[in-house]
């Protein structure tokens, strides 16, 4: 893995344009920004399995969503990057899908204190640095989000973000491109949702954001990627899905990444209903 790639996309220089988020994902009554109350409105609270961090202002919840028949387990995570919206709302919506086989367990708000503050990181700093492989998780709310994905047995897990610029156009910036594991048969799945996507969701006038297939997360053990760490730990299926919000509204950036979402578990067997 290029690390100057993966590893350098912080920066909030241009994050003064986004919805600021400004309230508790737990209290929906304190008026929240528009993007949280849009994705709190998807919720499908009846779904909650498990409360993690109970009581403290990391509190969140993990949902369940069962198909009808025996399947494979996907585990999708949005908000590790609480300014990254479009993937929080994303997962926030699939806590709602209907499926026809298997199961998926929604993390929607991953770190719901950046999100509240529609910052990158948290109170813990970038969650997306503490998940090394082979070793526990740096903060108590990573420990908690491990324990969820390695409970959940995965056949698949999915994390949802969004950087600043392209991947291969930009220097440091990681857009527009979907990282997957070693295992799993990841790296072709990803490929083949990336020809898809391509082909019947961004128009053709729209060149520079064509997905493109980003390094394999396999190399690099104290990087503290959550996809790493699958890959490390779980040797499964693992993506890192990569949106843009370089000239592309945020309504397009939940479009694509919820078709990428859809198409991926369908690559597994998991297909959406409803
Ligand atoms: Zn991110």
């Known amino acids: 893995m290029k690390r100057r790639t993966l590893l350098a996309s912080g920066g909030t220089a241009l994050a003064g344009s986004m919805i600021a988020g400004g309230a508790a994902i737990r209290s929906i009554r304190r008026s929240p920004g528009r993007s949280v109350a849009r994705a709190e409105n998807a919720l499908d609270r009846d779904r909650i399995v498990e409360t993690l961090m109970e009581g403290t202002d990391r509190e969140t919840a993990a949902y369940e ?9 996907a585990v999708i995570i949005g908000g590790v990057h609480g300014n990254e919206i479009n993937g929080y709302r ?14 998926l367990i929604v993390i929607p708000f991953a770190n719901v204190v950046a999100v509240e503050r529609n910052t990158r990181g948290g109170p813990d700093g970038d969650l997306n640095r503490l998940f090394p492989g082979g070793r526990e998780p740096e903060s108590d709310l990573a420990r908690a989000i491990w324990r969820v ?14 950087s600043r610029g392209l991947f291969n156009t930009h220097h440091r910036w990681v857009g527009q491109a979907i990282f997957p594991t070693e295992g799993g048969g990841a790296i072709d799945d990803a490929a083949s949702v990336i020809d898809h996507v391509n082909e019947h969701y961004v128009p053709w006038t729209m060149r520079f954001h064509r997905f493109t297939l980003g390094n394999v997360q396999d190399d690099d053990r104290d990087a503290g990627l959550l996809v790493q760490k699958v890959n490390l730990d779980l040797n499964v299926a693992g993506f890192l899905v990569e949106s843009t919000d370089f000239l592309l509204d945020l309504d397009t950036q939940i479009r694509w990444t919820g078709a990428i979402t859809e198409l991926l578990l369908d690559r597994h067997g998991i297909r959406r209903t409803a």
């Open 90 to 103: 994303v997962a926030a919506d699939v806590t709602g899908w209907e499926i026809d086989a298997g199961r």
């Open 149 to 162: 994905v390695e409970g959940a047995d995965p056949d698949l897990v999915i994390d949802l973000h969004r």
């Open 65 to 73: 969503v069962d198909g009808s028949e025996e399947g494979p387990t």
